[in-house]
T-cell receptor, first 112, second 117 residues
Framework: QKEVEQDPGPLSVPEGAIVSLNCTYS??????FMWYRQYSRKGPELLMY????GNKEDGRFTAQVDKSSKYISLFIRDSQPSDSATYLC????????????FGTGTQLKVEL | GAVVSQHPSWVICKSGTSVKIECRSL??????MFWYRQFPKQSLMLMAT?????????EQGVEKDKFLINHASLTLSTLTVTSAHPEDSSFYIC?????????????FGAGTRLSVL
């Protein structure tokens, strides 16, 4: 079993839709959670960073962490074609030497 | 956000040659830099962690003599793929972590696509 599970997609949605991306994890010691966006043949770009359970909002993006269920989500409101990319969840242990454990990424396509 | 520059973005080389990839933090001092490898449609796999002025720590299964890492300053780390072979063809990405308030965050470079013929 992988430490972090993420549906690879592809996920296709119409422009303007609300997108829900999710990751589950098995190690309850993960304390820091991140979402990265990666365009084709580019490096990952940090979108959201959270520590505690609950919601964090930044513009059209909302990150949700449920530590009791070991489940994290990223919601994208009013999705745009420019949101088409691969979304990677990543997490880190407390004092884990900053080593990130990544999900496999979900490929998102927002269509006109 | 912080900017990490990676160079070159794409390199093609002959089998048996060595290739050097540079990773620079442009607007912050990176106490720690990381090197990842990514195969098509797969996630990032950590190869090694380097701290300025000390030897890199390699992940299990990564050959340290094959992938030489140097972190000579707080803004520059290099990865040298020695005696490259076609199976080394991949997308290599670096990231950097500052020692400041956002020390838990890694900022990534744009990646280097290596093609070994």
């Amino acid at each position: 079993q992988k430490e972090v599970e993420q549906d690879p997609g592809p996920l296709s949605v119409p422009e303007g839709a609300i997108v829900s991306l999710n990751c589950t994890y098995s190690n309850s010691a993960f304390q820091y959670f991140m979402w990265y966006r990666q365009y084709s043949r580019k490096g990952p770009e940090l979108l959201m960073y959270t520590y505690s359970s609950g919601n964090k909002e930044d513009g059209r993006f909302t990150a949700q962490v449920d530590k009791s269920s070991k489940y994290i989500s990223l919601f994208i409101r009013d999705s745009q074609p420019s949101d088409s990319a691969t979304y990677l969840c990543a997490m880190r242990l407390e004092g884990g030497g900053n080593k990130l454990t990544f999900g496999t990424g979900t490929q998102l396509k927002v269509e006109l | 956000g912080a900017v990490v520059s990676q160079h070159p973005s794409w390199v093609i080389c002959k089998s048996g040659t060595s290739v050097k990839i540079e990773c620079r933090s442009l607007d912050f001092q990176a106490t720690t830099m990381f090197w990842y490898r990514q195969f098509p449609k797969q996630s990032l796999m950590l190869m090694a962690t380097s701290n300025e002025g000390s030897k890199a720590t390699y992940e299990q299964g990564v050959e340290k003599d094959k992938f030489l890492i140097n972190h000579a300053s707080l803004t520059l780390s290099t990865l040298t793929v020695t005696s490259a072979h076609p199976e080394d063809s991949s997308f290599y990405i670096c990231s950097a972590r500052s020692g400041g308030l956002d020390k838990n965050i890694q900022y990534f470079g744009a990646g280097t696509r290596l093609s070994v013929l």
